[in-house]
């Protein structure tokens, strides 16, 4: 059986941190995944979108969809101020982890052309609009607007790298390991699991799931009752609109490279390949034209659930298509200043990215990061934020999983003191 301190299931943006802060300060920790150790070439191959009304876009390996996202580093005030009222104060976490990820804001020789016509529009109709900050080395980025398909240049800097570090430090990583069953001991946790078809049991003080939001409330099930596990389930649900105009195209270069808050949704320039299905639907020929294109992502309510057998529903309320209808208004009105023609506009269909809210603090973890009645276990990864959000969420992941880790901490070092006195 393997032994350890800390296990931590699952090694995207919070379990990669939770696992780096732990080794650091000298933990034994396991690190398990479902996924394979693909590195940031291969990780678009590890793609598994969750079926449901909304697909909700995930991907399934070693670093999580940090590998294949955009490496978006967003936290505004009024989220801040929203985990503050939950008596959690994130200020030191956010500069921690914006060092640790090397946060910067994208430079403006990197600025792709349709951004920078993106902002100028805006800022002509006096909006709001600001550079997005992203972990990227941009010494290193060539600006090919592949972030989504793994960096090509290895140049964002993702969980792997966190991952990678903790390896030289001991921890151990076991990709493919697919949890079966937890059992809760008065000593720790047991963990029942399947790698590369063997059967393997490991045993720790302390367990931190990590899975993200579709998978954590399945896991979490297995150990407490809890009647809120797996709802309050929120996507993000975005779409992409746009059209050809004469100008630069949205495809070329970073993607997300700004954007415009208006607190229940953002406007951001992004482009989608469906756009070309849409406009090849609507019979509008683009030879010769460039495609301008925004996304517009919703802070739904959060109304969906993730049932314990897996099962994931996900809804949009009245209010969420209201605010959709609000951000199409806004983001047509850009395009049409862009010189996009009112007739062909087109739009993805909805989507869902960031999960989240399924285990949340105030409703399933307790304000002080712990879970009432389940000892030594933890949650570290989007379940944790109380709907709505709509924002990236990475970097408010990475920032409670920096606190969670020091409630880890805390904690194995009450359970040594604990058994000292004993002994």
């Not at 994130?90 to 430079?107: A, H, I, Q």
């Not at 090919?144 to 030289?168: E, F, S, V």
């Amino acid at each position: 059986m393997i032994s350890a301190d800390v296990i931590v299931v699952g090694s995207g943006a919070g379990g990669s941190v939770v696992s780096y802060n732990l080794v650091n300060q000298g933990f034994k920790v396991v690190l398990v995944d479902a996924g394979g150790d693909v590195g940031s070439e291969r990780a678009r191959e590890s793609f598994h979108p969750a079926l449901s009304s909304i697909e909700v876009l995930r991907c399934m390996c070693v670093g999580g969809t940090t590998l294949v996202s955009l490496g978006n580093m967003l936290i505004t005030n009024a989220i801040i101020e929203r985990i503050r009222a939950l008596g959690i104060g994130l200020e030191n976490e956010v500069d921690e982890v914006c060092k640790l990820m090397r946060v910067t804001k994208v430079p403006q020789d990197k600025l792709p052309p349709f951004a920078k016509r993106f902002i100028e529009v805006a800022k002509e109709s006096s909006l709001r609009v600001e550079i997005m900050p992203k972990s990227i080395d941009f010494s290193q980025c060539i600006g090919c607007g592949k972030c989504a398909y793994g960096c090509p240049k290895n140049a964002k800097y993702t969980a792997l790298n966190l991952i990678r570090m903790c390896l030289q430090r001991g921890l151990v990583l076991l990709s493919r390991f697919v949890v079966k069953r937890l059992h809760r001991q008065h000593d720790g946790v047991i963990i029942e699991g399947v790698m590369d078809g063997s059967k393997i049991r490991a045993k720790c003080k302390a367990l931190v799931l990590a899975a993200g939001a579709l998978e954590t409330p399945k896991l979490l099930t297995q150990i407490h009752d809890d009647e809120k596990i797996g709802r309050n389930l929120f996507v993000d649900p975005f779409i992409t609109l746009g059209g050809p105009y004469n100008g630069p195209s949205a495809a070329y270069g970073i993607q997300m490279a700004a954007y415009i808050d208006y607190d229940d949704f953002m406007l951001s320039p992004h482009y989608s390949g469906l756009l070309q299905f849409q406009l090849a639907a609507k019979g509008v020929d683009h030879k010769d034209r460039g495609i301008a294109s925004i996304m517009i992502k919703v802070a739904d309510e959060g109304k969906g659930i993730v049932w314990p057998n897996g099962i994931i529903e996900t809804r949009m309320t009245k209010k969420d298509l209201k605010i959709l209808e609000n951000g199409i208004g806004e983001a047509k009105k850009l395009l049409l200043e862009l010189g996009v023609k009112d007739e062909e506009i087109v739009a993805t269909h909805v989507r869902g990215a960031h999960p989240g809210g399924t285990a949340a603090i105030g409703y399933v973890v307790s304000r002080d990061l712990t879970i009432n009645g389940c000892d030594g276990v933890f949650v570290a990864d989007a379940s944790l934020i109380p709907p709505p959000l709509g924002k990236p969420p990475l970097l408010l992941i990475m920032s409670l999983a920096m606190k969670v880790a020091e409630k880890v901490r805390e904690y194995l070092q009450k359970k040594d003191v604990e058994k000292l006195n004993d002994a």
